[in-house]
């Protein structure tokens, strides 16, 4: 087999993720734009935090659903913001 034969496995990129119903931490982190993994972490405090979470097996998981629900939430409170602030001008 010579390297034109030879078959390539594409790297994982960000944009292969989306799709399933539920993410790891990791995934999370690149679904958000490239946040850390700790910053998701404390996202998820436990499964108490802001963003919603659930154990599977020994790993914590997010459903799309609710990593969906709190990046809208996070918009709408941001434009509340700006047109408070607009108001305030």
């Known amino acids: 087999m010579n ?5 390539q496995t594409p790297a994982r990129r960000s ?3 989306p799709g399933r119903l539920a993410y790891s931490v990791p995934e999370v982190a690149v679904l958000l734009g490239g946040v850390t993994e700790r910053y998701v972490w404390k996202l998820i405090d436990g499964g108490t935090g802001p ?3 659930f154990l599977l097996g020994k790993r914590r998981v997010v459903y799309y659903e609710d990593l969906d629900t709190f990046v809208r939430e996070l918009r709408e409170d941001e434009q509340r913001a700006r047109s408070a602030a607009a108001d305030a001008a």
Not at 3 to 7: A, L, N
């Open 3 to 7: 390297r034109s034969e030879r078959v």
């Open 15 to 17: 944009d292969e993720i």
């Open 51 to 53: 963003l919603r979470s």
